[in-house]
């Protein structure tokens, strides 16, 4: 099972030129968040300058997926002046010619006491969205997520046209066989669509892992497992080109993916193999029965 997860150590760009057009699912990754930490290998990027950095390997990744690429992103707060890189990056990304979805937005309880003496704690993060052509995507279950909605009818739905009209549900009905009374052609979903806010716990004992915390920036199992469920499809591959911890490569285990994890770090690879066999040995019971 672990040649269905591999663990790849070498600069991400150079693997990604490597891999072959059309070759993955899904990619989900989270670069490093401009110059807030060194990584031990000196990195210290911050505005234009990554977005530089960054650009190249979103392009990668467009090329190297069929489906969805997906970066979770955040910028930097210095002097009370935000550097609001996710925006600067998606904006030089369509300038490339990439598609830009509307990006969700990873929600999470903040630092307690952050947020500088006159502002508000960072309780979320952009999660930028792209494509390579401006279609319907090969594969989602966007209500992968969701569930059953919370409410009924409570009356018949409406919206309005582009004039401006209102266009209620009795208005768009068909005649039952024995005409005697009109039916709405509206119809409850069985899954509610969970919305493009995704709301995670973050921290100690909620990150899946105990491993996550031997990285220096993970993110949530569940964070990963909500994109992996929603955009790569059942024994698909998805890719995490700042493989870290392995969080992405956990999930994918866990949903019935294969994956790809790269990182630049030996330390890093040896970890992510730590959490591979990990997240396989939680599917002994499942598989033994």
């Not at 990754?29 to 300058?49: L, M, V, W």
């Not at 598609?99 to 500088?116: D, Q």
């Not at 209620?168 to 409850?188: G, Q």
């Not at 990963?224 to 080109?241: K, N, T």
């Amino acid at each position: 099972m672990t040649e269905e997860h591999q663990i790849i150590v070498g600069d991400n760009l150079e693997v990604l030129r490597g891999m072959s057009a059309d070759s993955v699912d899904l990619i989900l990754c989270s670069p490093p968040y401009e110059d807030a930490r060194t990584y031990n290998i000196g990195f210290s990027h911050k505005q234009d300058e990554w977005v530089q950095w960054c650009l190249p390997r979103v392009l990668e990744c467009l090329r190297v997926c069929k489906g969805l690429t997906a970066w979770v992103v955040e910028g930097r707060t210095r002097s009370y002046s935000y550097s609001n890189a996710p925006a600067r990056l998606s904006v030089a990304c369509q300038a490339a010619g990439a598609i830009l979805r509307k990006p969700p937005v990873y929600a999470r309880v903040g630092i307690p006491g952050s947020g500088g003496p006159d502002w508000l704690r960072n309780d979320y993060e952009p999660v930028l969205c792209f494509t390579r052509e401006a279609k319907r995507l090969p594969w989602s279950e966007n209500t992968a997520m969701g569930h059953p909605p919370k409410f009924g009818p409570g009356g018949p739905p409406s919206h309005r046209l582009a004039d401006g009209t209102r266009v209620t549900a009795r208005r768009i009905t068909r005649r039952n066989p024995d005409c005697s009374r009109s039916e709405s052609l509206y119809k409850p979903p069985a899954m509610s669509n969970p919305g493009n806010i995704i709301k995670c716990k973050a921290g100690g004992g909620v990150m899946g892992s105990k491993l996550a915390h031997e990285n220096e920036a993970p993110f949530p199992e569940s964070l990963a497992e909500f994109f992996i469920r929603s955009f790569c499809p059942p024994g698909g591959v998805v890719l995490d080109i700042f493989g870290g911890s392995g969080t992405t490569m956990a999930a994918a285990i866990k949903s019935g993916r294969r994956s790809i994890s790269v990182d630049v770090r030996e330390s890093q690879g040896e970890l992510m193999k730590r959490r591979r066999d990990e997240a396989m040995k939680k599917l002994q019971p499942t598989e033994a029965a």
